[in-house]
């Protein structure tokens, strides 16, 4: 089956079905998203799932009732999630997968406070120009929050599950009956386990714990990116023109890279963020946040940053480099054992592709699981199916970043001719809204990369592109 067509299955909206209980417990390691998707999708096949996670998940769980009384003081930043305060974008492909796996999930995170922005209240920049021609259909929808509003959205309804558990404490190593995982180490005590998901990120030590009980360690690939992020909250009005700016600068002569947004969140506010990469470091300091609004980014942002109220400081946050572990190249691997979210694969965040390949990771595990898997051998075909999400994020989001001055690869295969052909798509879509609609469901994680090499669709990409 071709990427794309993996990347439909993988990527359905309808619930599943056949769901069969294969285990008596299942543990996952981390309560991020990841972590929560996994236990949603393990509940329907083990007795009991327990999340380890060192936050009390259970002491921040709070009902949709509080987020929609109060959404400003019902959550905050988790200290596990560093970077949560940032602004985190779900795409529609994540908005999907919720859905699928919370029916009514768009609807109710709206009554909480969630926002879907009116129509003609969105702008988006390219190096400057004002686009107009936003995708259409499923990729024009939107829910947008904060981060620590999601997450507790979520939490909320995995917790709610009867044979979910929490506990608190800090995953230590892996236990083994011969070749199959059959426990955790959680605080140096034992805890027995038919399955068991490493969910705990980017600084996953899944690697070092596999070398220590005689098995290889995936690949890692790492691009340096040296992205800088600064972000604060501001207070929106009731009426305003915008509620949403995009504005992406790419790199070239005279030209310096830089991303910024502001969008709408719980509690009649703004997040804005201004980025830099490399030597280009946004402060904490406001005068200065102020100024870079101002003067590198469309009028707009200087518009919000200058006469909307702040409604918190300066936050920063440093991003040394997108990497992906590559298990799926492993044949030797323990069995009952997998990986999901930012411990296989993490992202340039700005392309905000990480929430929801966390949430397609957990629809790879449900695929494993109703798959009939021989439980006694290595996942393979689930890894094969990550692989499948993992290159849909890298393929975009790193073809963008090697584009940038200062990074100086890894190049994939073919890179310069990929590189042609993607500049005249993009060319195309400003002009043509079937490229256009292609084109924005492969960023937004609806479609798989590979679908823009059609050889109908790329034809007429690669004339109307030409023509511009």
């Not at 922005?117 to 702008?123: A, S």
């Not at 929050?145 to 929490?166: C, D, K, W």
């Not at 230590?172 to 426990?183: N, P, Q």
């Not at 027995?192 to 690949?219: H, I, M, N, Q, Y």
Request: hydrophobic share 40%; with cysteine; glycine share 10%.
């Amino acid at each position: 089956m071709s990427a794309a067509r993996r990347f439909a299955v993988i990527s359905a909206s309808a619930p599943p079905r056949d769901t069969a209980v294969l285990f008596r417990r299942a543990v996952v390691l981390g309560g991020s998203i990841a972590g929560l998707m996994a236990a949603r999708v393990l509940s329907d096949h083990a007795d009991e799932v327990l999340i380890v996670e060192r936050d009390d998940l259970a002491a921040l769980d709070v009902s949709d009732e509080q987020l929609a009384a109060d959404p400003i003081g019902a959550t905050g930043p988790r200290p596990g999630v560093p970077q949560g305060s940032q602004v985190h974008a779900l795409l529609p492909s994540g908005q999907a997968q919720l859905e699928r796996w919370f029916p009514g999930f768009g609807q109710e995170a709206l009554d909480a406070g969630a926002v879907d922005p009116p129509l003609g209240t969105n702008r988006f920049y390219m190096d400057g120009e004002l686009r107009d021609d936003a995708p259409t259909g499923p990729a024009a929808q939107a829910l947008i929050s904060s981060r620590p509003f999601l997450e507790a959205l979520i939490r909320h309804r995995v917790l709610g599950l009867g044979n979910v558990r929490t506990v608190k404490g800090r995953a230590e190593g892996l236990l083994l009956t011969g070749d199959a995982v059959s426990g955790v180490s959680v605080d140096g005590a034992p805890v027995d386990a038919d399955f068991v998901v490493d969910a705990t990120g980017r600084s996953s030590r899944l690697s070092d714990w596999l070398e220590a009980d005689g098995f290889p360690k995936p690949r890692l690939q790492r691009m340096g990116i040296k992205l800088n992020y600064a972000t604060r909250l501001f207070r929106r009005p009731a009426e305003t023109p915008v509620w949403t700016c995009i504005s992406i600068a790419n790199p070239g002569p005279g030209k310096v890279a830089r991303i910024g947004g502001f969008t709408p969140i719980e509690g009649d506010r703004w997040t804005v963020l201004v980025s830099g990469y490399a030597d280009d470091r946004p402060g904490r300091d406001a005068d200065e946040y102020r100024e870079r609004c101002v003067r590198d980014f469309p009028a707009e942002f200087g518009d919000v940053a200058t006469t909307a109220d702040p409604a918190g400081e300066v936050v920063t946050y440093h991003q040394a480099d997108s990497r992906r572990r590559d298990f799926h190249r492993l044949r030797r691997f323990p069995a009952r054992l997998v990986a999901a979210g930012d411990a296989v694969a993490s992202f340039n965040p700005v392309y905000g592709q990480g929430m929801t390949s966390a949430t397609l990771h957990a629809s790879c595990l449900s695929e494993y699981l109703r798959g009939g898997p021989d439980l006694s051998r290595p996942a393979l075909s689930y890894f094969a199916d990550v692989k499948v999400v993992v290159d849909a994020a890298w393929q975009v989001s790193t073809m963008a970043d090697l584009a940038l001055p200062h990074v100086d690869g890894p190049y994939p295969r073919g890179y310069r001719g990929i590189q042609w052909a993607s500049g005249l798509i993009f060319k195309a879509s400003m002009r043509d809204q079937r490229v256009n609609h292609r084109l924005g469901q492969v960023t937004t994680m609806l479609a798989h990369p590979s679908s823009l090499t059609s050889p109908g669709f790329l034809l007429r990409a690669l004339a109307i592109g030409a023509r511009a």
